[in-house]
């Protein structure tokens, strides 16, 4: 009689857990993609940038010391960022389409310091994600100036935070061989 009263017990508890496979506590709220997408969506001005190399602080050689730039994700699942240098030495003043007697030189600053893509935008499922904290890929990129990142998905960490009655949006991406960026964004327009 004890030991069926105990199996029984277990039996119960088995099945609790199996009712939550994923959470430690049932009361956490999942999100679900759509939900996610729809909290990040909006458009982004760019604030400032980190790189490190290691963990080490590292001077950021493509967007320089006061990167301009617009991020835009939509709730559909589509993003896009353009960020570009300001300092005049990595601007100059170029038209479009290039000219005949345009410098080589001209363009090659130009387009070490600016970037621009866009593609669809995923939630990935690599850590827990929330409304404020996760991880999302942006691709396989549809387009982007830099020709290998065609094609390409990366990822990124989000994070959201409120200040001051605005919201901020950071961006962490590891660019391989122990490069890591973090992008802050001020969100300027809900979508
Ligand atoms: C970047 O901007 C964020 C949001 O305003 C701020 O918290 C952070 O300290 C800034 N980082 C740097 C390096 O200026
Ligand atoms: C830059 O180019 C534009 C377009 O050709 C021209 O209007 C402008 O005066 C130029 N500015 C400088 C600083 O050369
Ligand atoms: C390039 O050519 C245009 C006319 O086609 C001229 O206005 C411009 O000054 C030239 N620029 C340089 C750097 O020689
Ligand atoms: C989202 O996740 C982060 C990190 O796991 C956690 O600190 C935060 O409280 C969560 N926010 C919500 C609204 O669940
Ligand atoms: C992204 O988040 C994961 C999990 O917290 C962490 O291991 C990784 O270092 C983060 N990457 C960046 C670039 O912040």
């Given at each position: 009689?004890?030991?069926?009263?105990?199996?029984?017990?277990?039996?119960?508890?088995?099945?609790?857990?199996?009712?939550?496979?994923?959470?430690?506590?049932?009361?956490?709220?999942?999100?679900?993609?759509?939900?996610?997408?729809?909290?990040?969506?909006?458009?982004?001005?760019?604030?400032?940038?980190?790189?490190?190399?290691?963990?080490?602080?590292?001077?950021?050689?493509?967007?320089?010391?006061?990167?301009?730039?617009?991020?835009?994700?939509?709730?559909?699942g589509w993003?896009?960022?353009?960020?570009?240098?300001?300092?005049?030495?990595?601007?100059?003043?170029?038209?479009?389409?290039?000219?005949?007697?345009?410098?080589?030189?001209?363009?090659?600053?130009?387009?070490?310091?600016?970037?621009?893509?866009?593609g669809p935008l995923r939630?990935?499922?690599?850590?827990?994600?929330?409304?404020?904290?996760?991880?999302?890929?942006?691709?396989?990129?549809?387009?982007?100036?830099?020709?290998?990142?065609?094609?390409?998905?990366?990822?990124?960490?989000?994070?959201?935070?409120?200040?001051?009655?605005?919201?901020?949006?950071?961006?962490?991406?590891?660019?391989?061989?122990?490069?890591?960026?973090?992008?802050?964004?001020?969100?300027?327009?809900?979508?």
């Open positions: 009689m004890h030991f069926t009263n105990m199996t029984a017990k277990l039996l119960a508890c088995a099945s609790l857990v199996a009712a939550f496979p994923h959470t430690t506590s049932p009361v956490e709220k999942r999100y679900t993609e759509d939900e996610i997408l729809k909290a990040l969506a909006g458009t982004y001005s760019l604030i400032n940038t980190t790189s490190a190399l290691n963990g080490n602080p590292i001077p950021d050689e493509a967007y320089g010391a006061a990167p301009v730039g617009l991020l835009i994700y939509t709730a559909s993003m896009s960022a353009t960020i570009t240098a300001t300092e005049p030495e990595f601007r100059p003043n170029l038209t479009f389409p290039y000219q005949p007697n345009d410098t080589d030189a001209d363009w090659a600053a130009v387009g070490r310091h600016s970037i621009g893509y866009a939630l990935s499922d690599a850590i827990p994600a929330n409304e404020t904290n996760g991880q999302v890929f942006h691709g396989p990129l549809t387009v982007a100036n830099v020709p290998t990142w065609v094609g390409a998905s990366h990822r990124r960490n989000y994070t959201v935070v409120e200040d001051g009655g605005e919201t901020f949006l950071r961006i962490g991406s590891e660019r391989g061989g122990g490069y890591t960026g973090a992008l802050w964004w001020k969100k300027i327009k809900e979508e």
